[in-house]
């Protein structure tokens, strides 16, 4: 089911609606990654000298800059970790979007969703977000003690975070919030696995500008697919 739901949005980026929300969404990661750097830039000019004066060694005009490629590879670095809350935010934002252009070829048969008020998008995202920073902030301390499984419990915390967001956001479209929550604990599982799917690509920089969007389209299918299978006779 995963699988089919993965296969199926490679196939429709090509789409005219979908590859518009797609281009959009890498063009605000960009200009959000680009901004935090800049802030960063800015910061080591402001703090850090032109030039320095070391014992036995004299001036040295060239720390800043050393300071100013050190700080972009790693903001290339840190990228893997902005995009986690980056993905998160954009589950208010694009999910709709996404959904319909997936619901459209896939799924015309399915009368129109029940959209979600605006400010409870707003409220769910920066709840989530605040959990999202919240749990990362504590397994960053683990990340110390588990060494080479560091990578592992990272995919694994996040898998099952955005997991959740990405599915209860797509359920509530057309279950409903109790009716989306109700589904995603009889699936906890599939969800957790389609999770990981796109927890692990987000740890890869560039290709993780594309995955929040390629993960809502995701799991509108796989929103769909499960109530289609509750509703199928036993």
Same mark, same amino acid.
């Given at each position: 089911?995963?699988?089919? =739901?993965?296969?199926?949005?490679?196939? @429709?980026?090509?789409?005219?609606?979908?590859?518009?929300?797609?281009? #959009?969404?890498?063009?605000?990661?960009?200009?959000?990654?680009?901004?935090?750097?800049?802030?960063?830039?800015?910061?080591?000019?402001?703090?850090?000298?032109?030039?320095?004066?070391?014992?036995?060694?004299?001036?040295?005009?060239?720390?800043? &800059?050393?300071?100013?490629?050190? /700080?972009?590879?790693?903001?290339?670095?840190? /990228?893997?970790?902005?995009?986690?809350?980056?993905? /998160?935010?954009?589950?208010?934002?694009?999910?709709?979007?996404?959904?319909?252009?997936?619901?459209?070829?896939?799924?015309?048969?399915?009368?129109?969703?029940?959209?979600?008020?605006? #400010?409870? @998008?707003?409220?769910?995202?920066?709840?989530?977000?605040?959990?999202?920073?919240?749990?990362?902030?504590? =397994?960053?301390?683990?990340?110390?003690?588990?060494?080479?499984?560091?990578?592992?419990?990272?995919?694994?915390? &996040?898998?099952?975070?955005?997991?959740?967001?990405?599915? @209860?956001?797509? =359920?509530?479209?057309?279950?409903?919030? @109790?009716?989306?929550?109700?589904?995603?604990?009889?699936?906890?599982?599939?969800?957790?696995?389609?999770?990981?799917?796109?927890?692990?690509?987000? /740890?890869?920089? #560039?290709?993780?500008?594309?995955?929040?969007?390629?993960?809502?389209?995701?799991?509108?299918?796989?929103?769909?697919?499960?109530?289609? =299978?509750?509703?199928?006779?036993?």
């Amino acid at each position: 089911m995963i699988l089919t =739901a993965f296969l199926k949005t490679l196939g @429709q980026i090509g789409d005219r609606a979908f590859r518009r929300v797609l281009l #959009l969404g890498i063009g605000l990661s960009v200009l959000l990654l680009a901004a935090i750097y800049a802030v960063i830039f800015f910061l080591i000019g402001w703090l850090v000298p032109d030039s320095l004066t070391l014992p036995w060694i004299g001036e040295i005009t060239w720390v800043d &800059n050393i300071l100013s490629g050190a /700080s972009f590879l790693l903001m290339i670095v840190m /990228s893997v970790f902005l995009m986690v809350p980056v993905a /998160s935010a954009f589950t208010g934002i694009f999910l709709d979007d996404v959904a319909e252009a997936v619901e459209m070829r896939h799924y015309p048969d399915l009368p129109p969703a029940t959209p979600i008020p605006i #400010l409870d @998008q707003i409220r769910d995202s920066l709840g989530f977000l605040g959990v999202l920073l919240g749990v990362n902030l504590v =397994a960053l301390v683990l990340y110390f003690f588990v060494g080479p499984f560091a990578p592992f419990l990272f995919w694994a915390v &996040n898998g099952f975070l955005l997991g959740r967001e990405y599915f @209860q956001m797509a =359920a509530m479209r057309r279950l409903g919030r @109790q009716g989306a929550r109700d589904l995603r604990r009889r699936h906890g599982a599939t969800i957790f696995l389609a999770g990981l799917l796109m927890a692990v690509p987000l /740890s890869l920089p #560039l290709v993780n500008l594309v995955i929040p969007i390629l993960g809502a389209a995701v799991f509108t299918h796989l929103v769909n697919r499960l109530i289609d =299978a509750r509703r199928a006779p036993a």
